[in-house]
C-alpha cells in the first residue's frame, strides 16, 4: 500500500456511504492516532485495535444520528499528498468549518489536532446548575459541585441552555486560555451529570491490593506493603478474583483529581518494558522490548 492514509479515508467515506456499522481498515500507528482522535471529538462510536497477524486491524463503530440516520461525519478531505507535500506555519493553521470541524496535522512530534474547541458551544443538561461570579465559574449537579477559576481575558455566558466561552482580545495567551477553559468546564459538567472512572490492573506474581474506605493497600513485590490515603472526592474498589490480576477501580466527579490519583498510583510500580509486569490502566498497550534471548 503506498498511502494508508488515502486508504483509511476511503474505505471510511464508502462504509458511511454504504450505511454500515463496523468498518474494518489495517491498522499503522498514524492511523491509530487519527482514530483515537476522531473518538475523542465525537466523530466515531467506538474503536478496537486487533492485533491479527503482524500489521494487526483497526475496527471502527461509525456514529448515526438516531433520528435521521446521518452519520456524524459530514465531510473528509485531505490536503497534503504524497506527491504534493503541503506545509504551514502555527499561524496558518486550516479552521475548518468556522471552527466546528477538526483539522488533524502531521508534525515532527507526531499527530496534532487543530479543532477551535473555544468556540463550541456547551450543552448544559437538565438538572445542571452553573453560576459565574467574579471569575468563578460553580457547576452544581445530581452527582456534586466542583468549582473552576477563569482567568479575567474570557467571559462565560449561559444562553438559551448553552455555555458560550469567548475571549476579550485575541493574543497569544488568551487563545491558549480560550480551548483551555472551555475543555475544562465541559469536563465539570460531564463529572456532575455522569461521573468519571478509570480501571487499574496489577500485573505480576503475588500483587495484591485491598481497601479499607479511601485507604488503599498495594503488595508490588517490594518489601513492605504500601498505604495510599485517598482524597474524600475519591472512591475507590478494590477487586480480586482467582486466576485474575487484582482491579482497582476509581471513580470521581473531577476529571483532574481522578487522573493525578490513578497518575500517583501508577507510579508506584510502573509496567516494565519486557513482560509488562507493573500497574497499568486496564486496556493500556505497553510496548515491549526484546529480550537477549529473543534477539539472538
Do not use: W
Not at 213 to 228: D, K, R, V
Amino acid at each position: 500500500m503506498t498511502d494508508p492514509i488515502a486508504d483509511y479515508l476511503t474505505r471510511l467515506r464508502n462504509a458511511i456511504k454504504a450505511n454500515h456499522r463496523v468498518v474494518e481498515i489495517p491498522a499503522s500507528n498514524i492511523k491509530k492516532e487519527m482514530t483515537r482522535i476522531l473518538h475523542e471529538k465525537g466523530y466515531i462510536l467506538n474503536y478496537k485495535f486487533v492485533e491479527d497477524g503482524p500489521q494487526g486491524t483497526i475496527k471502527i463503530a461509525l456514529k448515526y444520528d438516531p433520528v435521521n440516520k446521518v452519520n456524524s461525519i459530514k465531510n473528509l478531505k485531505r490536503i497534503s499528498t504524497p506527491g504534493l507535500r503541503k506545509y504551514v506555519g502555527y499561524r496558518e493553521m486550516p479552521r475548518v468549518l468556522n471552527g466546528l470541524g477538526i483539522a488533524i496535522l502531521s508534525t515532527s512530534k507526531g499527530i496534532m489536532k487543530m479543532s477551535r474547541i473555544g468556540n463550541s458551544p456547551i450543552s448544559v443538561p437538565s438538572g445542571v446548575n452553573i453560576d459565574v461570579k467574579d471569575n468563578v465559574v460553580t457547576v452544581k449537579g445530581p452527582k456534586g459541585e466542583l468549582k473552576q477559576n477563569i482567568d479575567s481575558s474570557i467571559n462565560v455566558e449561559l444562553k438559551d441552555g448553552e455555555l458560550l466561552v469567548s475571549r476579550k482580545n485575541e493574543q497569544k495567551q488568551t487563545k491558549a486560555f480560550h480551548g483551555l477553559y472551555r475543555s475544562l468546564i465541559n469536563n465539570m459538567i460531564i463529572g456532575v451529570t455522569d461521573g468519571y472512572e478509570k480501571q487499574l490492573e496489577l500485573v505480576g506474581v503475588g500483587f495484591r491490593a485491598s481497601n479499607t474506605g479511601n485507604t488503599l493497600e498495594l503488595s508490588l513485590g517490594y518489601s513492605h506493603p504500601i498505604y495510599l490515603v485517598l482524597p474524600p472526592e475519591i472512591t475507590i474498589e478494590t477487586k480480586s478474583e482467582r486466576n485474575q490480576n487484582p482491579i482497582i477501580t476509581v471513580k470521581s466527579i473531577d476529571k483532574q483529581l481522578i487522573g493525578q490519583v490513578c497518575a500517583k498510583i501508577r507510579s508506584l510500580r510502573k509496567p516494565e518494558p519486557y513482560k509488562g509486569k507493573g500497574v497499568k490502566f486496564v486496556g493500556e498497550h505497553i510496548r515491549r522490548k526484546a529480550g537477549k534471548a529473543a534477539a539472538k
